[in-house]
């Protein structure tokens, strides 16, 4: 059964800093291109940010993050990573990992609110 489990949300002022971890169980995750996902209140989800599955470890960013959040992931941890610097209140939202494009197993989330 596959797992996702993500911490690290918070509230934090408009230009600071988290980091965001995802545990990940119940796959082969060294195969699998992983992302991290931002639902902001009463939208949909969107990808944010993937990494690729290979040892290259090609990143790709939404246009409204790139420069300020980084992925990142450790295969021997089965976990994937999420630097967000200068942060903005847009930024608001419950941040998801999973599989790019994702499978039908989603965790709980973890709430980032970005106050301005």
């Known amino acids: 059964q596959v797992q996702l489990v993500e911490s690290g949300g918070g509230l934090v002022q408009a230009g600071g800093s988290l980091r965001l971890s995802c545990g990940v169980s119940?796959?082969?995750?060294?195969?699998?291109?992983m992302g991290w996902y931002r639902q902001p209140p009463g939208k949909q989800r969107e990808l944010v940010a993937r990494?690729?599955?290979?040892?290259?470890?090609?990143?790709k960013y939404a246009v409204d993050v790139s420069g300020r959040f980084i992925i990142s992931r450790d295969n021997i941890k089965k976990a994937v990573y999420l630097q967000m610097n200068s942060l903005k209140p847009e930024d608001t939202g419950v941040y998801y990992c999973?599989?790019?494009?994702?499978?039908?197993?989603w965790g709980q989330g973890t709430q980032v609110t970005v106050s301005s």
């Open positions: 990494i690729s599955s290979d040892l290259r470890a090609i990143t």
């Open positions: 119940g796959m082969f995750f060294t195969n699998n291109a």
């Open positions: 999973n599989q790019d494009p994702p499978s039908e197993y």
